[in-house]
């Protein structure tokens, strides 16, 4: 199958291709299912870093299209790690149900750069979502004690339970997605930011963009990573 424009214009950016492995799944909830692969030497070709993500090549009819994972729990020494699918009717989550031990699939390297800001900062500020909880959990790992401040949103009452690398620095408060961002939203044009803090949002497209405006308009544009996961 195609991998069309899209992955011509990545090849001719030397973006790296290799074939993964599906050697496990786990129903983490009754909406988000976590899948093991062998990384085809991907690991080994590249440096970690906290929220690193790939691009997996997703079966859609006659073509395949690119959608971005987070990769949890990377293990270069094993050549393995797996991925986290939040589910909902589309390409990438029915591929996810219906795939099964020793199936392949593709993935392209390119894009995914992120370092943790040195000096440590004061706190932390992150809005996500189920989507970006592996990330969310990636990024709480790295930063170990520094203090936290995290907000969710959620859809299916299970999202609630969905596991997170909080520590004792860490506050997590879910909040419902009925309100299309809003209370996300808010919350970061009334928050009140302590001298030195960094900013990490990955959300829906508008709610992004929308939050990102507000961090900024308090933090230097530099202390603020932003990254739309859906739209």
């Known amino acids: 199958m195609s991998r069309g424009l899209q992955g011509l214009v990545l090849k001719a950016l030397g973006a790296d291709d290799y074939e993964l492995t599906v ?3 786990e129903q983490v909830t009754d909406s988000y ?3 093991s692969f062998t ?6 070709h590249h440096d970690r870093h906290p929220t690193q993500w790939i691009r997996l090549w997703i079966p859609n009819g006659d073509k395949h299209q690119q959608r971005g994972y987070t990769l949890v729990d990377p293990d270069e020494a094993a050549d393995t790690f797996d991925i986290e699918f939040a589910l909902h009717d589309g390409p990438a989550a029915n591929w996810a149900v219906a795939a099964e031990v020793g199936e392949k699939i ?3 390297v390119m894009g995914s750069k992120f370092a943790i800001p040195d000096p440590a900062p004061s706190e932390y500020v992150i809005f996500g979502d189920p989507a ?3 990330a969310i959990n990636s990024l709480l790992d790295a930063i170990g004690d520094v203090p936290a401040r995290v907000w969710l949103e959620w859809q299916h009452e299970s999202d609630k339970n969905l596991p997170l690398k909080a520590t004792p620095a ?11 961002g809003q209370v996300l939203r808010d919350t970061a044009a009334q928050l009140s930011l302590a001298p ?13 963009r929308d939050i990102t405006k507000s961090l900024k308009s308090k933090l ?12």
């Open 220 to 231: 230097p544009k530099t202390s603020v990573k932003s990254q739309a996961y859906w739209k």
């Open 39 to 44: 990384a085809g030497g991907l690991l080994g």
């Open 33 to 35: 299912l976590r899948i």
């Open 106 to 108: 593709g993935a392209t």
């Open 132 to 134: 970006a909880v592996p």
């Open 23 to 25: 050697t496990a799944k």
């Open 170 to 180: 860490t506050t997590v408060q879910w909040v419902e997605r009925g309100t299309k």
């Open 196 to 208: 030195g803090a960094f900013g990490w949002v990955a959300c829906e497209f508008h709610t992004t």
